[in-house]
C-alpha cells in the first residue's frame, strides 16, 4: 500500500479528528448539565448502522477480493472470515481484560457519572490520591482500546478516502460519550475541569498512534494478503464495537426505535455515499 504523501496527510488528519472527539464528549460533560438523550440515541445507533453497513458491504469484500488472486475464491473466503473473526477476538480480549466502571467503551450519561462521583462517601471523596490513580487508569485504558481503532480508520482512509471519511466520522461519534466517561473521573480525580479536559482530550491521541505504529510496522510487509487480512480484521473489530458497545447504549440513552431509525439511516446515508464514488 504505497501511498503518496498527499494521502498519508489526509488519512492521519482523519485519525486524528476521529480520536480528538474524545475531547469534546470531555467538554459536553462539564459545560451542560444533562444529556441529550433523543440526539445521543440517534446519534449512536446513525454510527453503528454506518459501521455495520460499511464492515459487511465494502470493507469484508475488499478484503475477500484481495486474497482471491493468491488463495482463490474458497481459500481467500475463508481467510477473510477467520481474519474477521480474529479482529472481533482482538477488540472482545481488549474489552474483557479491562474491569468493569473504569471501562471507557461502558458509556454513561453526565447526569450518572456525576452521581457516581457526588455520592461516594466523604473519606473516600477526600482520598485524592486513590481518585487520581483511578483516573490515570482510566486515561490509559481508553488509549488501549482507541489503538486498534486508529488503525482501522488510517487504514480505510488510505485505502479509499471517501471510506475513510464516514468510518472517521462514525468513530468519532462513538468516542464523543468515552469523553464523557474519562473526563468526569478524572476531575473528580484532580479537582481541575482544565487538567481534566486535557487528559481527555491527550487520551485520544492513542488513535493517531496506533495509525503510525501500525503503519510504520505493516507496510514494510505488505502484500496483498497481508492488506486482506489487515482489511478483514477491521471489519470484524468495528461489528463487535458497533454490536457491543454502540447499539445497546443507544437504546439505553433513548427510546428503542430512536436507536433503530438512527441505525437505518446510517446503513442508507452509507450506502448512498459508496453509490455516489462508484
Excluded: C
Excluded at 123 to 134: C, G, I, P, Q, Y
Amino acid at each position: 500500500m504505497n501511498a503518496d504523501p498527499q494521502t498519508l496527510f489526509m488519512a492521519f488528519g482523519l485519525t486524528l479528528f476521529a480520536g480528538l472527539s474524545t475531547g469534546l464528549g470531555s467538554a459536553l460533560a462539564f459545560f451542560t448539565r444533562q444529556t441529550n438523550t433523543r440526539f445521543l440515541s440517534m446519534s449512536l445507533g446513525f454510527s453503528a448502522g454506518v459501521m455495520l453497513y460499511v464492515s459487511f458491504v465494502e470493507i469484508l469484500s475488499k478484503a475477500r477480493e484481495a486474497l482471491t488472486p493468491d488463495w482463490g475464491v474458497a481459500g481467500g473466503a475463508w481467510i477473510a472470515t477467520a481474519a474477521f473473526f480474529g479482529g472481533i477476538a482482538l477488540i472482545a480480549l481488549i474489552d474483557k481484560l479491562v474491569p468493569g466502571y473504569e471501562n471507557p467503551h461502558e458509556l454513561h450519561s453526565i447526569e450518572e457519572m456525576d452521581q457516581r462521583y457526588e455520592t461516594l462517601p466523604k473519606n473516600e471523596a477526600h482520598d485524592f490520591a486513590k481518585l487520581k490513580r483511578v483516573g490515570v487508569f482510566t486515561a490509559l485504558t481508553i488509549g488501549i482500546h482507541n489503538f486498534p481503532e486508529g488503525l482501522a480508520t488510517f487504514t480505510s482512509a488510505l485505502t479509499d478516502p471517501a471510506l475513510g471519511v464516514a468510518i472517521a466520522v462514525a468513530i468519532a461519534i462513538h468516542n464523543i460519550p468515552e469523553g464523557i466517561a474519562v473526563s468526569v473521573p478524572l476531575y473528580f480525580a484532580t479537582g481541575s475541569r482544565a487538567k481534566a479536559f486535557r487528559y481527555s482530550f491527550l487520551s485520544g491521541l492513542a488513535e493517531p498512534v496506533g495509525a503510525v505504529v501500525g503503519y510504520a510496522l505493516l507496510m514494510p510487509f505488505f502484500s496483498p494478503t497481508l492488506f486482506g487480512v489487515l482489511f478483514a480484521s477491521v471489519a470484524g473489530i468495528m461489528v463487535f464495537i458497533s454490536l457491543d458497545e454502540l447499539l445497546p447504549a443507544a437504546r439505553e440513552f433513548g427510546e428503542p426505535h430512536l436507536a433503530i431509525y438512527g441505525l437505518i439511516a446510517g446503513m442508507a446515508v452509507m450506502a448512498v455515499s459508496l453509490l455516489l464514488f462508484l
